[in-house]
């Protein structure tokens, strides 16, 4: 199993940055995509950004351009740094690893850290 610890959520103006930081434990060789979703109240779970082994990246259209995600793979972690923040993008967000055993795929989440942006 993997466990996923996420750090760096709080309240910030409209305008401001904040860091997110997601430590991995447990069975992570195997991990091969790790990143970030959100999840506002009354809305689904969105997908924020990921990373993967390769450092390949993939980001919602909402994020571009103010969000970076970064992992740093001796620490087992991946950073969200969100720039220029908006209040849509108040939500609670969620840690997430990828990988796969035996041809099968796995997903572990997080516990979640809320973000509020002020106006």
């Known amino acids: 199993q993997v466990q996923l610890v996420e750090s760096g959520g709080g309240l910030v103006q409209a305008g401001g940055s904040l860091r997110l930081s997601c430590a991995a434990s447990?069975?992570?060789?195997?991990?091969?995509?790790m990143g970030w979703y959100r999840q506002a109240p009354g809305e689904q779970r969105e997908l924020v950004a990921i990373?993967?082994?390769?450092?390949?990246?993939t980001y919602a259209d909402s994020v571009k351009g103010r969000f970076t995600i970064s992992r740093a793979n001796a620490k087992n972690t991946v950073y969200l740094q969100m720039n220029r923040m908006k209040p849509e993008d108040t939500a609670v967000y969620y840690c997430?690893?990828?990988?796969?055993?035996?041809?099968?795929?796995?997903?572990?989440w997080g516990q979640g850290t809320q973000v509020t942006v002020s106006s």
């Open positions: 997430y690893a990828r990988r796969i055993v035996v041809a099968t795929t796995l997903t572990s």
């Open positions: 990373i993967t082994s390769g450092d390949a990246t």
């Open positions: 447990g069975t992570i060789s195997s991990i091969n995509t």
